[in-house]
């Protein structure tokens, strides 16, 4: 066999593959939302905290996840919704009511950190998420943000 054979032989067994991956669709679900249990219910976000949120971290640590249309595509699909998955587990504002007092503290103190050290939002989502490339100020605001929330909740003060 020749090279230009192997070659054609090769992409026609390569675009089988891809189009057999199509069938194995991830889960892409938006679970419904009891606003009352919401982060943004429960504390009171200032908007340009809330802003932040909405533009770097809604879209894995929500239930308010936009699909961007390669999450349709198989293997990236897999991977966006294994990050949303993992993401939602870990932290999920749309289901904050239902963390117990020290979660909510701990949570808020892995944001200050996550913020800090920069893991949050993801490195990687931030090239095709541009507004998720956070100023260095934007960071020390919400960093200031979570710091301040982790200590009520843990102080028990009343503001
Ligand atoms: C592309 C998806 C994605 C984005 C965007 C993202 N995260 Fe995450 N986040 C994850 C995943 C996946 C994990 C769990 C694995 C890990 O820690 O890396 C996680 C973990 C965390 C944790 C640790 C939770 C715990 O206690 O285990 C915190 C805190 C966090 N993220 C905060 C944020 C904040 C704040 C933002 C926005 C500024 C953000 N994340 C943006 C995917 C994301």
Same mark, same amino acid.
């Given at each position: ?44 976000? !200032? +908007? ?5 949120? =909405? ?5 894995? $640590?929500? &239930?308010?996840?936009? @699909? ?6 198989? !293997? +990236? ?5 294994? =990050? ?5 587990? $870990?932290? &999920?504002?749309?289901? @904050? ?7 909510? +503290? ?54």
């Amino acid at each position: 066999m020749n090279l230009k054979k192997i070659a054609k032989i090769g992409s026609i067994v390569g675009g089988i593959i891809f189009v057999l991956m199509q069938f194995i669709q991830p889960n892409r679900t938006n679970p419904e939302i009891d606003q009352s249990k919401t982060m943004q219910n429960e504390l009171n976000i !200032p +908007a340009d905290i809330s802003a932040l949120l =909405d533009r770097g971290c809604n879209d894995c $640590h929500s &239930n308010q996840t936009k @699909w961007p249309f390669y999450s349709y595509i198989a !293997p +990236a699909s897999w991977l966006v919704s294994y =990050d949303v998955m993992e993401g939602r587990k $870990h932290f &999920n504002m749309s289901e @904050w009511g239902n963390y117990k007092l020290s979660k909510k +503290a701990t949570k808020l103190s892995g944001i200050y950190q996550a913020i800090n050290d920069r893991s949050m939002p993801m490195p990687k989502y931030i090239p095709l998420h541009p507004e998720a490339n956070f100023t260095d100020g934007e960071r020390g605001q919400m960093a200031a943000w979570a710091q301040k929330e982790a200590e009520k909740l843990m102080g028990g003060e009343e503001e």
